[in-house]
């Protein structure tokens, strides 16, 4: 079963994107934070990774990069989201695999979701 860490500082986003993807049939969990998400990368080891851009506290593209730069974490696939489109401008330079915006729309997520599953089998 493939694993998704959900990292998002809005906890109606994490329950609705948790209710969605366990719907379809994916294991998840979610953090709220920086130190959180990093702990529950080491404990759940997810395959994905959604994450906002944009956290209280902290840039979800500097998470994104020390994810990427992680040797023991490197292969996560990483789909980061933000309100803003104009945020999805520089996420490559920060290793993340792909990109959708807030509102977030269910069939394009899961078609995201369905894409990065299967390069990672």
Not at 10 to 36: C, F, Q, W
């Amino acid at each position: 079963m493939i694993k998704i860490l959900v990292i998002d500082d809005d906890p109606d986003v994490r329950t609705v994107m948790n209710i969605l993807m366990k719907k379809n049939g994916y294991e998840v969990d979610t953090a709220s934070h920086r130190a959180e998400a990093l702990e529950k990368l080491r404990d759940f080891r997810p395959s994905i990774v959604l994450l906002d851009v944009l956290l209280s506290g902290a840039d979800g593209r500097e998470i994104c990069r020390a994810i990427k730069d992680d040797p023991g974490t490197a292969h996560t696939h990483i789909i980061m989201f933000s309100a803003h489109p104009g945020a999805a401008d520089n996420i490559g330079s920060y290793g993340a695999d792909d990109f959708i915006t807030k509102p977030i729309n269910s069939n394009m997520l899961l078609e995201k979701l369905g894409r990065a599953a299967q390069s990672i089998s």
